[in-house]
C-alpha cells in the first residue's frame, strides 16, 4: 500500500520560506509517476502547487511559479516543497500526493500538514 | 485558463435520495483528464473518479461519473451515511496545468 507523510515547521516567519518534505513509502519514487503538493487554505478550496518527475523536472502553478521550488531525493524515496517569501494567505494545510502519469490525477495523498504564518 | 464551476454550492438531501453534483468548464475538455475527489472534515481528499467515468480503486458502485466537453457530472445513486461530504472536480489544463472546482457539500437533510 502506497502511503505519504508530509513533514515539517508547522509555524513559519513573514517572509520566510516554507519547506516541507514527503516520505514515500510502499512505492518507490524512482519507478514512475510524478509527485505533487497541493495547499487548502481553511475553510477554503485546493489549490495545485506542483509535481515534479523522478528525473526532477518540474511543473509548477504559474500563480506560484516564482517562488515555489519542487525536488525529489530518489536516494530517501522523498520528495520537498519550498516556497519562499510566505505571507498570510500562504497558510493552508499542505498535502503531498502521487500524481499519475498522462492523466494528471492525485490517486494517493498524505494526510496533510497545517501551516501557520506569523511572526 | 480553464475555470471549473460547481453547482450547486451545497446540497442538501437525507441518507437513501440519489445525489447529482455538476462540474462545469469554461472550455472543453479531455475526457481523460477530468477526476472526481471526496473530502471529509479533518481528511485529504480521496480520489472518487477518473477519466469522467471510471471508479478508483474500492470505490462503490453507487458512485458514478459521466460527461463530456464542458459538462460532467458525479452522481451518488443512494446516498449512504458517510458520503455526507465535499466533492471536488479537477481538470488537467494544456496536460501538465490542474485546476480543481470549488466543490460542492453534500449535507444531511
Known amino acids: 500500500q502506497v502511503h505519504l507523510q508530509e513533514s515539517g515547521p508547522g509555524l513559519v516567519k513573514p517572509s520566510e520560506t516554507l519547506s516541507l518534505t514527503c516520505t514515500v513509502s510502499?512505492?518507490?519514487?524512482?519507478?514512475?509517476?510524478?509527485w505533487g503538493w497541493i495547499r487548502q487554505s481553511p475553510g477554503k478550496g485546493l489549490e495545485w502547487i506542483g509535481f515534479?518527475?523522478?528525473?526532477?523536472?518540474?511543473y509548477y502553478n504559474p500563480s506560484l511559479k516564482s517562488r515555489v521550488t519542487i525536488s525529489v531525493d530518489t536516494s530517501k524515496n522523498q520528495f520537498s516543497l519550498r516556497l519562499s517569501s510566505v505571507t498570510a494567505a500562504d497558510a493552508a494545510v499542505y498535502y503531498c500526493?502521487?500524481?499519475?502519469?498522462?492523466?494528471?490525477?492525485?490517486?494517493?495523498w498524505g494526510q496533510g500538514s497545517l501551516v501557520t504564518v506569523s511572526s | 485558463e480553464i475555470v471549473l464551476t460547481q453547482s450547486p454550492g451545497t446540497l442538501s438531501l437525507s441518507p437513501g435520495e440519489r445525489a447529482t453534483l455538476s462540474c462545469r468548464a469554461s472550455?472543453?475538455?479531455?475526457?481523460?483528464?477530468l477526476a472526481w475527489y471526496q473530502q471529509k472534515p479533518g481528511q485529504a481528499p480521496r480520489l472518487l473518479i477518473y477519466?469522467?467515468?471510471t471508479r478508483a480503486t474500492g470505490i462503490p458502485d453507487r458512485f458514478s461519473g459521466s460527461g463530456s466537453g464542458t459538462d460532467f457530472t458525479l452522481t451518488i445513486s443512494r446516498l449512504e451515511p458517510e458520503d455526507f461530504a465535499v466533492y471536488y472536480c479537477?481538470?488537467?489544463?494544456?496536460?501538465?496545468?490542474?485546476?480543481f472546482g470549488p466543490g460542492t457539500k453534500v449535507d444531511i437533510k
Open positions: 477519466g469522467a467515468s
Open positions: 479537477q481538470e488537467n489544463v494544456n496536460s501538465r496545468e490542474i485546476t
Open positions: 472550455r472543453s475538455v479531455a475526457d481523460s483528464y
Open positions: 500526493a502521487r500524481v499519475t502519469y498522462g492523466d494528471y490525477y492525485f490517486d494517493y
Open positions: 510502499g512505492y518507490s519514487i524512482s519507478s514512475g509517476y510524478y
Open positions: 515534479v518527475y523522478r528525473s526532477g523536472n518540474p
